[in-house]
């Protein structure tokens, strides 16, 4: 942290840095896709997928260390009731993952994906969004640097994903701080509401919007306010894998908004940032059309814990494997097209 200045000039100061996709490796994956034994294009996204590796990577595409990681904080508000499920699930689910029972365990067994789980002071939640701002600005730029650490492994394909019990409500305000809109435009269910929860949750993100408001026009100061931990360290990863060139698969609703506020302070922050799915969290789909993002998979999902950006991450082994290991039409002796 700066000496001078405030905590988040050192966030400001990493934005400015970012680098650009490498035009060149791009282009050579470009050129490579159009030598490889299929009719041109048949590969659709998958070919997208390894142009963009490469332009990220800065060199022929290549994941020899993908790895998923989850992010774990606590919220004030989620004593309110803003979730079907009671805070102590984040704890609960935190000792799953390292017992190896959680859903992302077995994707991550499935595609051989890295997975690390980073748990943010569970037993301090942030204050409660709907009276005060969740962190200080001291607070989020340390969690946003705390989160940058995720890349210390050297992964070269990284998956982000959270765990947090209300959560949900907190991206729903994050959503109408960036995008406009009044509670009930974001709020969806969550791990799962009735009538009577989804109009106790909605009218609660709307306190956070109205108490917020007036600090709208500033991202990092929405991120500090409505966001969380989990929320801060992801906005940290995904701007420290940009900085190192590791390319990033978001996973649903929560995590997307972490992406948001990076766009939001730059357009081209999340350049580097593939959308893993769309969530069946309603306002998912909302956001990534705000965002300008089209999802890889739509599977009525609505997890979160990294499971959509780790499905995703097996599509973009596929689409590396083949970029690398195709025969081209001269090596193959297969005719090209006349
Ligand atoms: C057992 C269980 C496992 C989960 N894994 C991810 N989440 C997901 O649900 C939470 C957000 O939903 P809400 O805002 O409604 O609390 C987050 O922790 C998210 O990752 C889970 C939730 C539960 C209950
Ligand atoms: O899409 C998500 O990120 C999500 C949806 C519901 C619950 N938790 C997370």
């Given at each position: 942290m700066s000496a001078t200045g405030r905590p988040f000039d050192d966030i400001r100061a990493l934005l400015a840095q970012m680098p650009g996709p490498d035009i060149r490796a791009r282009?050579?994956?470009?050129?490579?896709?159009?030598?490889?034994?299929?009719?041109?294009?048949?590969?659709?996204?998958?070919?997208?997928?390894?142009?963009?590796?490469?332009?990220?990577?800065?060199?022929?595409?290549?994941?020899?260390?993908?790895?998923?990681?989850?992010?774990?904080?606590?919220?004030?508000?989620?004593?309110?009731?803003?979730?079907?499920?009671?805070?102590?699930?984040?704890?609960?689910?935190v000792e799953n993952f390292a017992a190896g029972g959680a859903a992302i365990n077995q994707i991550c067994a499935t595609f051989d994906l890295g997975l690390k789980v980073f748990d943010l002071a569970l037993d301090y939640p942030t204050a409660d969004m709907s009276k005060e701002p969740a962190l200080s600005e001291k607070d989020c730029a340390a969690t946003m640097a705390f989160g940058m650490e995720c890349l210390a492994g050297e992964p070269d394909l990284l998956c982000i994903g959270e765990m947090g019990i209300g959560n949900t409500a907190v991206a729903a305000a994050m959503f109408a701080a960036l995008f406009g809109g009044e509670a009930a435009d974001w709020v969806g269910p969550g791990t799962g509401h009735d009538a009577a929860g989804m109009e106790r949750k909605r009218a609660i993100v709307q306190e956070a919007i109205d108490l917020h408001r007036p600090h709208f026009g500033n991202p990092l100061e929405i991120l500090r306010r409505l966001g969380g931990r989990e929320l801060a360290a992801m906005s940290g990863a995904i701007l420290a894998a940009r900085l190192q060139r590791v390319p990033v698969i978001v996973d649903g609703y929560v995590a997307t908004a972490s992406a948001a506020i990076l766009q939001a302070l730059d357009p081209t922050a999340i350049d580097h940032c593939l959308f893993g799915h769309v969530s069946a969290e309603p306002g998912h789909q909302a956001a990534l059309a705000r965002m300008g993002k089209v999802p890889l998979l739509a599977l009525g999902m609505r997890l979160g814990e990294g499971t959509g950006a780790a499905l995703a991450a097996a599509m973009v082994k596929a689409a590396v494997a083949c970029h690398n290991g195709m025969a081209t039409f001269a090596q193959a002796g297969v005719p090209d097209r006349q």
């Open positions: 282009h050579d994956a470009r050129h490579r896709q159009e030598e490889l034994t299929k009719p041109s294009g048949s590969l659709g996204r998958l070919e997208d997928i390894a142009e963009w590796m490469a332009a990220w990577q800065g060199r022929a595409p290549s994941v020899n260390r993908p790895t998923v990681a989850i992010f774990a904080g606590n919220h004030g508000v989620a004593a309110r009731g803003v979730s079907a499920y009671p805070t102590a699930v984040t704890q609960a689910m």
